[in-house]
């Protein structure tokens, strides 16, 4: 089955104590994304990745960090989690070509107290 | 640069009525557009897409949407709603031009009443 896996899906954390959300895909999509949702504010997107060893930032991604080193896997790491980061996250891939549509993780509810 | 705008943050229908959700784009290249659908606690599941071709475009769960360039729109219909329509509807838009950042518009939640 086809599927973007993110894990946790729940998360409460402390300021500054340092954590990692993982995100694996099994489509052997070339594009994977970071997104966060906040109520009124949609999904604004954090960090992006086109391809192993190739990631840029996003809309909002101070605070953030990511790293692709395997096709499947994207992990979005918060060095020091501060309390507005709390927030849904959301893992996507997608493919290059073809067909765009993005698939998503059933994401992980953070918050930073 | 390209942007998504939903008018409504939120959409009240009763059981059986029309639903219309409105979304707006702006691409500088031809858009491919989307809807997808968030219930309670999940992620997000496509509804339908357009990128090129046949303009009214057919959905999951009795959802369509129109392409309309002229008017640069891409609004969801139901013919008739049901309450497990209920669920906050995202449009989005991407383009085909090498890598291009899916953009979100900020949701329309449909409320559905008996």
């Known amino acids: 089955e086809a599927q973007v896996t993110q894990n946790p899906r729940y998360l409460i954390t402390v300021t500054g104590k340092k954590l990692t959300v993982t995100c694996s895909q099994n489509?052997?999509?070339?594009?994977m994304s970071w997104y966060r949702q906040d109520p009124g504010l949609g999904l604004r997107q954090i960090y992006y990745?086109?391809?192993?060893?190739?990631?840029d930032k996003g809309d909002v991604p101070e605070g953030y960090k990511v790293s692709r080193k395997e096709k499947r896997n994207f992990p979005l790491i918060l060095e020091s989690p501060s309390p507005n980061q709390t927030s849904l996250y959301f893992c996507?891939?997608?493919?290059?070509?073809?067909?765009?549509?993005?698939?998503f993780g059933q994401g992980t509810r953070l918050t930073v107290v | 640069a390209q942007s998504v705008t939903q008018l409504g943050s939120h959409v009240s229908v009763s059981e059986g009525a029309l639903v219309l959700l409105r979304c707006n784009y702006s691409?500088?290249?031809?858009?491919?557009l989307f809807w997808y659908v968030q219930y309670p606690n999940q992620g997000l599941q496509l509804l339908l897409k357009?990128?090129?071709?046949?303009?009214l475009v057919k959905g999951i769960n009795g959802f369509e949407a129109e392409f309309k360039k002229s008017e640069t729109s891409f609004h969801l219909t139901k013919p008739s709603a049901h309450m497990s329509d209920a669920a906050e509807y995202f449009c989005?838009?991407?383009?085909?031009?090498?890598?291009?950042?899916?953009?979100f518009g900020k949701g329309t939640m449909l409320l559905v009443s008996p």
């Open positions: 989005a838009v991407t383009s085909n031009s090498g890598y291009s950042t899916l953009t």
């Open positions: 357009y990128t090129t071709g046949a303009t």
């Open positions: 996507a891939s997608r493919s290059s070509t073809g067909n765009t549509e993005a698939f």
């Open positions: 990745s086109m391809n192993v060893e190739v990631t």
């Open positions: 489509m052997n999509h070339e594009y």
């Open positions: 691409s500088s290249v031809p858009p491919y």
